[in-house]
Nanobody, 128 residues
Framework: EVQLVESGGGWVQPGGSLRLSCVAS????????ISWFRRAPGKQREGVSA????????VYEDSVKGRFSISRDNANRTVYLQMNNLNYDDTAVYYC?????????????????????WGKGTLVIVSS
């Protein structure tokens, strides 16, 4: 059974940091790019960042460049999203997704179309 399980969400003040984790099982992890997406209240799901399975190349959506950092540990089948200098606009449910063929949007983040597997999400709230 394919599973992607996110964790690490929570409440944080503006300017704070969180690290999200996505643990994968049930598929050949190293063959897939793993992406992070988010869905803010009243908005469509948008791609935040992604990391290729083969060479570790990363992509970031324009609004998170310089603040977020994605990494992966293939031995533990885990992808991390380090989020720094969080602001109110980062409040959302964050999802990880596995894609055999990664495509990106014009804003630089991963495209949600073509995701093969989805996790159920973890909630991030940025509030004072």
């Amino acid at each position: 059974e394919v599973q992607l399980v996110e964790s690490g969400g929570g409440w944080v003040q503006p300017g704070g940091s969180l690290r999200l984790s996505c643990v994968a099982s049930g598929f050949n992890f190293e063959d897939y790019s793993i992406s992070w997406f988010r869905r803010a209240p009243g908005k469509q799901r948008e791609g935040v960042s992604a990391i290729h399975g083969t060479d570790g190349t990363t992509v970031y959506e324009d609004s998170v460049k310089g603040r977020f950092s994605i990494s992966r540990d293939n031995a533990n089948r885990t992808v991390y999203l380090q989020m720094n200098n969080l602001n109110y606009d980062d409040t959302a449910v964050y999802y990880c997704g596995a894609q055999w063929a990664l495509t990106t949007t014009t804003s630089g983040g991963p495209d949600r179309y073509g995701v093969d597997y989805w996790g159920k999400g973890t909630l991030v709230i940025v509030s004072s």
